[in-house]
């Protein structure tokens, strides 16, 4: 079977849509309409009903939604592994949200130079729908994200619980104003809790979706915003930033996603890496003495 009437059919199971999901694919809708029909024809069941709301599943399409993931992932395991460079066992190939690539990916690399030179490696940051849709497709093994979607095939694993702090570069300050205050989009939870919080702050002079880059300009004009504990911690300490007392903090936990029926061989030493470089980033190795609560999204 061509393994892009699996891709289609998954595409148009996530955005519940033969429209969008020839968007997101780069074809047109006849294309993806003559996919679906040739892949009912070799099952000889009808997968989507089609009305004005877009396209659901049928029974037989819920049973096949498992069977097309398990294709995708096969196929795109089995394409990385005829990708692997001379001197390596396998491909690890792992996808990180915007905000939380600093400083977690990078020593995450550096660990597993050291402890698994075996695996090649792969690495990508983007938007975490994004990733979580590759993941789910097979085309990527490992995603570290932020509130991540429970999806059927996946499994959760909570790697660091992380907080976002109220930060300001005048140790006497006591509320931000709207024109000093650096607003970072941390996502749908946050922008919620924020506004409850602070009403006043609706409107500000400097908002950003990349923390780095909202840091970066903080620590260089100056103001107020808040930012990840474990990344502002270091700047504490140096007297560049100082905590503003009695505000509210708002969880932001990292979690790794991968694949159910996912090959742990190759990924077990990944996931070490990511949970001994959580437990550094946090300032602990407790986390990494014990594995990490997981939760099973595969059935």
């Not at 205050?181 to 409850?196: K, N, T």
């Amino acid at each position: 079977m061509d393994i892009n009437l699996a891709r289609t059919f998954l595409e148009i199971v996530s955005c519940h849509s033969f429209v969008q999901a020839a968007e997101r694919l780069h074809v047109t809708q006849t294309a993806v309409s003559a996919r679906v029909k040739t892949l009912e024809d070799l099952l000889g069941r009808t997968l989507f009903v089609r009305n004005k709301a877009g396209a659901s599943l049928t029974p037989a399409g819920e049973q096949f939604v498992r069977h097309a993931m398990t294709l995708v992932q096969v196929w795109e395991r089995a394409r990385h592994q005829m990708a692997v460079p001379p001197g390596r066992r396998a491909l690890v190939t792992v996808g990180c949200e915007i905000s939380l690539w600093q400083p977690l990916m990078l020593e995450w690399l550096f660990w597993m130079r050291k402890s698994a030179p075996d695996l090649a490696l792969r690495t990508e940051v983007g938007v975490a729908e994004d990733l979580l849709e590759r993941v789910a497709h097979g085309t990527l093994d490992i995603v570290i994200a932020y509130a991540p979607r429970q999806r059927p095939g996946l499994r959760v694993e909570l790697l660091i619980e992380e907080k976002l702090v109220l930060v300001t570069t005048s140790p006497k300050l006591e509320m931000p104003k709207p024109a000093d205050y650096v607003y970072v989009d941390w996502g749908r939870e946050f922008s919620a809790q924020h506004s409850l919080a602070f009403p006043e702050l609706s409107s500000v002079g400097v908002s950003s979706s990349l923390g780095p880059l909202g840091l970066e300009y903080l620590l260089a004009v100056g103001g107020a915003g808040y930012f990840r504990q474990n990344v502002v911690r270091s700047h504490i300490k140096e007297g560049r930033l100082f905590r503003v007392p009695g505000k509210p903090e708002f969880l932001y936990p990292a979690y790794a996603v991968y694949a159910a029926n996912a090959d742990m061989k190759v990924l077990d030493p990944a996931l070490a890496g990511f949970r001994q470089s959580a437990a550094g980033s946090q300032g602990s190795r407790a986390r990494a003495s014990k594995p990490s609560k997981v939760l099973d999204k595969s059935r």
